[in-house]
């Protein structure tokens, strides 16, 4: 018998994608999963679409509508909660800025399979094209921050071999139901950005688990479709949880260099690279993710 997978998404602002969204998920060769939508209070029709088209899809669909935005973290934790609370044998953490191929989901079942893996992730490409938007990922030991593998090559086949990464963004991300019994779920003081990256590390690197990239597994990212590339928005949380996800998981000495390392990155670098108002909030964010851990550190 096939397990069961729960199909978590977050939505907010997502009007214009979900209609692709549902129908790639309608025409998978692997059916037994449920989706989950979770309505951070989105403020476009994201909400009353997904009804509409969970009504006109054969696949069963739980809404969820939340009473404020929560955040992605704490959105996908509602979503996870529920779909153990259902019996899912699995949690596949999905973005809705993505359309599927007729076998992404059981090509990616699969491969995690095959691997013995506990988690697994798909090739992504760029939205429209053969370019390559992930395919798995990892760390930079120079600056601390994550790296997509094979980011905007042209796929020509080069990742073709499934291998075990260090690192990959949830955008679609098949996770065993035993993973988070061990590691727990989203820290939500995140919001958004690097939530991920914390649930990976802890999940590889404090409890031993393994991420694998399923390179028969295909799917197509159109990012940034919620926050906005390059938006006052986006750089606040990417520095500020980049302040926090150092102090938080890395050994003292190493967190120090990485934080030094970005601060003058951000002071030097930036400066010249973006507008003097986002510069501004780069700096700041990193006063506020100090601020951040220092509030929700162990006693």
């Known amino acids: 018998m096939s397990r069961k997978i729960g199909i ?21 060769t692997y059916e037994n999963f449920i989706l989950y939508v979770v309505d951070n209070l989105s403020p476009d029709g994201s909400l009353e679409l997904s009804k509409k088209l969970a009504s006109s899809h054969q696949f ?12 992605v973290a704490k959105g996908n934790n509602i979503g996870i909660e529920r779909a153990l609370e259902d019996g899912c044998d699995l949690v596949l953490l999905s973005n809705n800025d993505i359309a ?15 691997s013995n893996a506990d988690m697994a992730v798909p090739k992504i490409y760029i939205y429209g094209t053969r370019k390559i938007w992930a395919a798995g990922g990892g760390f930079i030991k120079k600056s601390g921050l994550t790296l997509h ?8 086949g080069q990742f073709n071999i499934d291998q075990k990464v260090d690192y990959a963004p949830t955008c679609f991300m098949l996770i065993k139901k035993e993973v988070f019994t061990e590691v727990g779920l989203m820290d939500e003081n995140y919001f ?4 991920d990256t ?14 694998w990239y399923i390179s028969n597994s295909k799917i197509y990212h159109n990012e940034s479709t919620s926050t906005g590339k390059m938006s006052d928005f986006s750089i606040k949380f990417l520095w500020r949880n980049l302040v926090y996800f150092a102090l938080k998981n890395y050994k003292p000495l190493y967190a120090g260099y990485v934080l030094i390392y970005n601060f003058l990155y951000i002071f030097i670098i930036l400066f010249f690279r973006y507008p003097t108002k986002q510069w501004r909030i780069a700096l700041n964010a990193y006063k506020e993710g100090l601020k951040l851990y220092i509030n929700n550190k162990p006693i």
């Open 100 to 114: 599927l191929e007729e076998d992404s989901i059981g090509e990616l079942l699969t491969g995690l399979n095959k």
């Open 60 to 71: 069963k669909t739980v809404i969820i509508e939340n009473d404020a935005n929560y955040g």
């Open 8 to 28: 978590v998404t977050v939505l907010y602002n997502s009007e214009s994608v979900l209609e692709e969204f549902f129908e790639t998920l309608n025409k998978q």
């Open 198 to 211: 914390d649930f990976v590390y802890r999940a590889l690197k404090e409890y031993g688990k393994t991420l």
């Open 192 to 195: 958004v950005y690097y939530d």
């Open 149 to 156: 593998l094979g980011q905007e090559q042209e796929d020509k």
